[in-house]
């Protein structure tokens, strides 16, 4: 089965209908583009086998080039980190490919670039994925270089220390990073104690020092079981020609013990709205970061939030990029985001802004997330459902982009369904349910607001602005 998608004529459309806007003129929320109705998406069906051991098979034939990508990906992510091994899944990932079976890293990535394709490790809160991309002709070999890392890494102590010291030289140079250390202040602001996302993903400085190759053996052998894991093929293959391939390298694989459902403790409440403050002496720009926990994958607001972040920071017409960017020119660019996981992650308003213009911005953000829980105007809810709805058939214009679909279709459960009602659930959102979500998840009396910069150029206004109670903390709180 052939799949072509080609969605730029519309989007570029969809560009041009947008209201430009100067320093002199505030944005224009009162027109949309004249668009015609988003086209209906039509994807290839997902054929579903299984391994004789019980590892579930996807296969999506794309026939338009000869070239597969196959993942495997894991259930377990940064989220299964035992509580102070935090960044155990995000190393454990990084060494799959640092030596596997029989081969070195060197000999894994010859092997690789020989058969003309890429092999990627990785790991997100609640995943880790081993993928495999080459043409369809060398997929044996391929094949049996992905087997060996995904269940036979070495995990060498002498790759493991070289790893663990350039972590930790990454994790060093973030002490000297705004936009890091915001996103790390404004992790732990959010979720106290040991909640599991109040700590980078790659780990800190403690946890990663503390590892040993043990630690990575162990989580390795725990997670990766066929109970836990699942493989996606897509490509120029069929179900026929791709099953007994993937029975000789994975069908083997056997479980050696459930594993358990990682479920994280809810966030604490949010408190009276806060600001904090983190000294980055000689910064040219102000990091900001302000929201508050937001919700889960599973929640049933998912389109209409899609909506309300479109409109509010999710492109490069919203609201907070036309205002902070295009407006007043206090950034290169603003944005929003609702980071959804198995568990509720965080809602924030994200920008860089230069110095001497803080407060001002930070005046600005909060008069758009005021504004967005009032009534949004048809033309403006027009214009976000069009966007969200045109731009959604790019994800699955390449081998990868489908495969990427099918993964967060896989680790959240989805329908089959998802993919063809993504477009009319988004078009179905009204006007009311965008002001009843924005109400419900965007509540600027109880944000956390991180602001990483020079303090002695901007802590005072802020003060005196009066935004809310002021907490400064030092490098050190932030990073421990």
Known sequence: MRHTLTLSLALGLALIAA??????????????????????????????????????????????????????????????????????????????????????????????????????????????????????????????????????????????????????????????????????????????????????????????????????????????????????????ITAASIMPKLEKQFGLWKNTAPVAKVTLPAAQPAGPRTVYLVNKAGAAQSQIRIGLVGVARSTPDFYTLDVVNTILGGSFTSRLNQNLREVHGYAYGASSSFSMRQSAGPFQAAAGVQTDKTTEALKEFFKELDAIREPISAAELARGKNYQALGYPRSFETLSGMASELVSMAVYGLPETFFNEYVPKVQAVTAAQAQAAAQKYIQPDRFAIVVVGDLSKIEKSIRDANFATVKVLTVDEVVK
Not at 169 to 186: E, V, Y
């Open 19 to 236: 209201p430009a806007l100067t320093a002199q003129q505030g944005p224009d929320r009162t027109k949309a583009p004249v668009l015609g109705p988003a086209p209906s998406l039509r994807l290839p069906p997902i054929v579903k086998r299984t391994l004789t051991n019980g590892l579930p098979v996807w296969i999506v034939e794309m026939h338009k080039v000869p070239l597969v990508d196959v993942t495997l990906v894991v259930k377990s992510g940064s989220s299964s980190d035992p509580i102070a091994k935090y960044g155990l899944a995000n190393l454990t990932a990084d060494m799959l490919d640092e030596g596997a079976g029989t081969r070195t890293a060197l000999d894994i990535a010859d092997a690789i670039a020989f058969l003309g394709g890429s092999l990627r490790t990785s790991s997100d809160w609640d995943s880790s994925v081993v993928n495999l991309h080459l043409p369809v002709s060398k997929l044996d070999d391929g094949l049996g270089v992905m087997s060996d890392v995904a269940l036979r890494p070495t995990m060498l102590g002498t790759e493991f220390e070289r790893m663990r010291k350039t972590r930790l030289t990454s994790i060093l140079q973030g002490r000297d990073n705004a936009s890091t250390l915001a996103a790390m202040a404004f992790s732990k602001a959010l979720y106290s104690g040991n909640h599991r996302y109040g700590a980078p993903a790659g780990g800190t400085e403690t946890s990663v020092t503390e590892f040993n190759v043990a630690d990575l053996k162990a989580f390795h052998a725990k997670v990766f079981q066929p109970s836990n894991a699942q493989l996606i093929v897509v490509g120029d």
